[in-house]
């Protein structure tokens, strides 16, 4: 027997190492998506079937009929916090996501039971949640199935199921105030050192939450920064919402001089942002 290069030479053949297995494209290849909405971190995994010349909705997918909302596995989607999805309450946790597609309206489904293969075995006394969603036609198809999500705000975000020429939005809202007003009122009587003064601040004036507060942390944040003309004109704009009008605009014009003074690349946008304020302001 003689040994070569790692081969080896038996009655006169050369034995080779076996090919690697053939790899292929799938036909329907998976994704992730992943999207925070407020403090809630959702993910979708799914498979993206393409049109291919085909009638998808009232064609390949029947309408009335089940489908796993992809291809291959059922979709699966995922929420790090409890949600309201299509006004219904979902608790933190993973659901496959089927749907029953129609002409005017749509019935989308989170199912207790993750990991099928298609709808074949789905049973509906395993479902969560049974939302309806108005369908949108578009002008333009879209080739490939497609989850997105849009209309992001700190509260809420449109889950949207794409493919051909329909589109089928569902809202789904977390409770922000509920999560992080504890938080905070945990860590501002606390005796830590450093608190987050200005975010707090603005997180109470964006939320309409006690304006009072957000004008105490918001001053607590200037004792620490006194030149933060950004600051400055915050403070403005919660006192403009708080009504205090005459106060606003003397803070305005303090953020504005600031500005002026300043060489910083902020300089430019806080002149507009404060002039903008003062000018709806008089």
């Known amino acids: 027997m003689l040994v070569l290069a790692g081969s080896v030479l038996s009655t006169g053949l050369l034995a080779q190492t076996p ?25 979708v995994d799914y498979s993206r079937p393409s049109v291919k010349g085909r009638v998808i909705f009232g064609g390949l997918e029947a309408y009335g009929k089940v489908w796993r909302t992809g291809a291959n596995t059922a979709t699966k989607i995922t929420f790090s916090t409890p949600v309201k999805f299509g006004g219904a309450d979902v608790p933190a946790g993973s659901y496959a996501l089927y749907s029953i597609p ?81 938080q905070i009122e945990s860590v501002m ?15 109470y004036y964006e939320q309409n939450l006690d304006l009072k507060k957000a004008v105490e942390w918001m001053d607590a944040a200037l004792k620490a920064n ?45 002149v507009r942002l404060n002039e903008a304020l003062l000018a709806r302001l008089r």
Do not use: C, H
């Open 102 to 182: 129609g002409e005017t309206e749509w019935t989308v489904i989170l199912n207790k039971v993750v990991g099928q293969w298609g709808a074949y075995s789905y049973d509906q006394k395993n479902d969560l949640v049974r939302v309806t969603a108005k369908p949108v036609k578009l002008v333009q198809p879209i080739e490939t199935f497609t989850i997105e999500f849009n209309e992001l705000r700190n509260e809420s975000a449109q889950f949207e199921l794409v493919w051909e020429k329909t589109l089928v939005p569902v809202k789904i809202e977390v409770d922000l105030v509920g999560q992080l007003v504890p």
């Open 189 to 203: 009587s606390s005796s830590a050192a450093k608190k987050p003064y200005a975010s707090a601040a603005m997180f």
């Open 19 to 43: 090919p690697a297995p053939l790899a292929f494209p799938a036909a329907s290849p998976s994704a992730t998506l992943k999207q925070r909405v407020g403090l809630t971190d959702i993910e």
């Open 226 to 270: 006194p030149d933060a003309f950004y600051l400055v004109y915050r403070k403005a704009l919660i006192l403009e919402k708080m009504g205090d009008k005459a106060g606003a605009i003397a803070t305005a014009e303090a953020s504005l001089a600031a500005a002026k003074k300043d060489s910083s690349p902020a300089k430019d946008e806080y």
